[in-house]
């Protein structure tokens, strides 16, 4: 008999070695993620092996019940600890049953590809993501090419914390060797680049490093390679081209090369970053605009999908307009945008944190750095005689953040967030101004994303991924207006003790 998973066990004691620490809150919206303990660290670990295997144990039980039968795909990421904490899900897996095929190292590209390839229902990609070294999760689905949401996040949670899971015989494992190689190959399946294209691929020494600069190689691209070389320490920067940090070094990598555009990918190598030939960091929620151009120019009338995060030229873009294209502003999550880009079948979804999703022809439905890569070089090939940067000054102008995440605690975030919402819509009922102007507009299918008359907005949302929350401003008006919003929305949340400093700023 497997024991129930427990919370707050510490390491360095005998209840650690025989009992399987989980971490309630491990269990997001849309994948799981725990700080499983770094030497550096004296936060006490979320999960430990024990609480993996029942993590396996939960998710093989998971599966069958929902009908995709036994067959799973895993992998994991480029970390120190990420191989014991695949076996560890691959023991509990099997025991539930489950027919395990281990692709080794992979992107979580890849692994979803592998569903495909292998003709396997289900995955669970062991990942931290762009996430410190600490963190560990995984990425599970059982309808390729989605991934779970809140509602199997909730079924696996409840199965594995009240260890109700069915064990039974016939689990099975096989090792898929070259699994990397055939992935390689299926994406050099695309055709040849005949634009000479110089471009930096910059990996922040993560997992993308084994992949992204040979597939690209292959496809005639002369790339400059940047932190390439796997090292799980991370030694420059963490690997997450949504950050400034990341795509500052982008920059000075273009400034210095003289490349046409740096191509950035995080630690899983399911996103990317844009650095244009003028060293301009390009948020990829403009890239998604100008992708959506790209793409609507050669299919007419497209459907398109945005996050709530993502810049609201996807509504106001007269070249969009011109195309006939319609764009859905949609909850924030790779899971969520997947999903709507699915059941709207929309030709490509846009998330601001890079996750990008193509649909035939371009794609399978899942988000792949790498693919989205080839994309932004299809653009250049198609505009032979423009820029990076001609493109994107091609846009309408507007003033936006990054992302900012000030801390709060996973227990806290979702009722701070929920409180912010309630303050924002008493402030709309009750004739009250934000930013110097009346309240247009609120969204609140994600957080809440308030609209000035101006068409300013802020967005507030909690991160589903890490114990934070998110915020979000842009302005089509001016710069000055953009931190007008900002000092709006932050007073507001300045009302919450909980709510801490910000990763970065404006």
Not at 110 to 121: G, K, N, P, S, W
């Amino acid at each position: 008999m497997f024991p129930k998973p427990k919370s707050g066990i510490l390491p360095n004691t005998h209840e650690f070695e025989v009992t399987p620490l989980v971490k309630p809150t491990g269990f997001r919206e849309y994948d799981a993620r725990w700080w499983f303990g770094h030497p550096a660290s004296d936060k006490p670990p979320e999960l430990n092996l024990m609480g993996v295997q029942a993590l396996g144990m939960g998710l093989g039980t998971l599966i069958q019940q929902l009908g995709a039968g036994p067959g799973i795909v895993v992998g994991h990421d480029f970390r120190s600890y990420s191989m014991s904490i695949k076996h560890a899900l691959t023991s509990g897996l099997m025991a539930a049953g489950a027919q395990v095929h281990d692709i080794g190292m992979a992107l979580s590209p890849t692994a979803y590809f592998a569903q495909f390839e292998l003709d396997v229902a289900s995955v669970a990609m062991v990942t931290a993501s762009h996430n410190d070294n600490g963190w560990s999760g995984v990425k599970m689905g059982c309808e390729r090419p989605l991934t779970f949401g809140p509602d199997e996040m909730g079924q696996l949670r409840d199965i594995v914390l009240s260890g109700e899971w069915k064990l039974k015989p016939g689990g099975s494992y096989q090792f898929i060797e070259g699994f990397a190689e055939r992935y390689i190959e299926a994406l050099s399946t695309h055709k040849p680049f005949t634009r000479k294209i110089r471009a930096i691929a910059a990996c922040g020494n993560g997992t993308a490093g084994a992949f992204a600069p040979r597939v690209l190689e292959k496809l005639g691209i002369d790339v400059i390679h940047m932190d390439t070389e796997l090292d799980h320490t991370f030694p420059n920067y963490n690997p997450n081209p949504e950050d400034m940090t990341m795509l500052h070094a982008m920059r000075d990598r273009v400034l210095e090369t003289g490349a046409d555009v740096a191509l950035g990918f995080d630690g899983d190598g399911d996103r990317c970053g844009i650095v244009d030939n003028e060293g301009e960091e390009i948020f990829a929620d403009k890239v998604g605009v100008m992708l959506a151009r790209d793409i609507s120019a050669q299919y007419p009338g497209s459907k398109f999908v945005a996050d709530v995060k993502s810049t609201g030229l996807f509504l106001t873009d007269p070249v969009l307009a011109e195309h006939g294209a319609k764009t859905d502003y949609w909850k924030t999550g790779h899971s969520y945008i997947k999903r709507r880009v699915h059941e709207l079948g929309a030709i490509a979804g846009f998330e601001k944190s890079g996750h990008f999703f193509f649909n035939e022809p371009i794609g399978r439905g899942y988000d792949d750095g790498i693919v989205t890569a080839i994309a932004v070089c299809d653009m250049l090939e198609r505009n032979p005689d423009k820029s990076m940067a001609d493109l994107r000054r091609a846009l309408p102008v507007t003033y936006g953040s990054p992302s900012m995440s000030p801390h709060c605690a996973d227990e806290t975030k979702y009722d701070v967030v929920d409180r912010v919402v309630k303050r924002f819509e008493a402030m709309q009922k009750d004739g009250e101004t934000v930013a110097g102007q009346g309240i247009r507009d609120l969204v609140t299918v994600n957080g809440v994303r308030v609209v000035a008359e101006d068409g300013t907005w802020g967005l507030v949302r909690a991160s589903s991924n890490e114990p934070k929350l998110v915020v979000v401003v842009e302005s089509p008006v001016s710069d000055k207006r953009k931190i007008e919003m900002f000092d709006a929305v932050d007073s507001i949340l300045r009302e919450n003790p909980e709510v801490g400093d910000y990763n970065q700023g404006l």
